[in-house]
């Protein structure tokens, strides 16, 4: 069983930045694709940002050169790091992972962007 926790999430102004974290349960060193997902509100959940154990990253058009991913094997957790934000940014974001073929969804931190 693999539990994944979302924080970081909260209130912030368009242009802003915020920083959110995913901390497994289990150690990440391993697992090799971990990823970062979200949901706004009536709509259906995207892929945003994706990495591997090696490092490699891939994002969704939308958030290219504003978001970045990273990786803390030794912390067990992923970041999000989210510059220039938007409003459209809102939602809730997930982090996900897939261990021996199951799929793992943490609860999600939302994150909205308003002045």
């Known amino acids: 069983q693999v539990q994944l926790v979302e924080s970081g999430g909260g209130l912030v102004q368009p242009g802003g930045s915020l920083t959110l974290s995913c901390a497994a349960s289990v150690s990440i060193f391993g697992i090799n694709a971990m990823a970062w997902y979200r949901q706004g509100l009536g709509q259906q959940r995207e892929l945003v940002a994706t990495?591997?154990?090696?490092?490699?990253?891939n994002y969704t058009d939308s958030v290219k050169g504003r978001f970045a991913i990273s990786r803390h094997n030794a912390k067990n957790t992923v970041y999000l790091e989210m510059n220039s934000l938007k409003p459209e940014d809102t939602a809730v974001y997930y982090c996900?992972?897939?261990?021996?073929?199951?799929?793992?969804w943490g609860k999600g931190t939302l994150v909205i962007v308003s002045s």
């Open positions: 996900k992972t897939i261990v021996y073929g199951m799929e793992y």
């Open positions: 990495i591997t154990n090696r490092g490699s990253t």
